[in-house]
């Protein structure tokens, strides 16, 4: 099973720190399980522009492939103006949403105010629900005071949160993959 880590953003570090935090502690506590780290700023990707995705080149078909092939996810996005980065809602655009289905996905986002956790609820989990993907109940929100002048996390309750996603993902996925696709949507 491959879990992969995105960052969606192409500016700022925070969502990077936080996706790599879950993935070390999956890699901790399941050491069977492959982790992968996808971060946007590596890529120059185009913008979804409606075309079949396999009809993509470049980055932007390397980045498709790897989401594509992933069994689960850990998804991390900054909140910019109330809402996820442009960048990661073209990274959702570019993907088939079968490619989504019945999948895990856990969230993460950080933020300047401590509302901007209701993105998760309001624009995330739909999103995941239109893919039919299956969504963790937890999900990780680091406000700009969770972290130390070095952006390393230091809220001890931010790490808890991120060990129970951890653990969350990993559950979810191993009884969906036990279930031989019973809980499966077509």
């Known amino acids: 099973m491959k879990l992969l880590g995105i960052s969606g953003t192409i500016t700022g570090t925070k969502p990077l720190v936080v996706v790599q935090k879950v993935l070390d502690e999956v890699k901790k506590n399941h050491p069977e399980i492959e982790v992968e780290l996808l971060d946007l700023k590596d890529y120059n990707i185009q913008f979804c522009d409606g075309r079949n995705p396999s009809s993509y080149t470049g980055d932007t078909k390397k980045v498709i492939d790897i989401v594509s092939s992933a069994d689960f996810y850990i ?93 969350e993902v990993v559950l979810m996925q191993k009884a969906l993959k036990a279930s031989n696709s019973s809980f499966q949507y077509n």
């Open 75 to 167: 998804i991390g996005t900054p909140i910019f103006q109330g809402s996820i980065t442009g960048a990661l809602k073209n990274l959702f655009d570019l993907i088939h949403p079968k490619d989504f289905r019945n999948k895990v996905m856990g969230f993460i986002a950080t933020g300047g105010t401590y509302q901007h956790y209701l993105v998760i609820e309001n624009q995330l989990k739909p999103i995941a629900g239109y893919f039919r993907a299956f969504v963790a109940p937890g999900f990780v929100y680091a406000h700009n005071d969770h972290f130390s002048s070095q952006n390393e996390l230091v809220d001890k309750e931010v790490l808890d949160r991120i060990t129970a996603l951890s653990e």
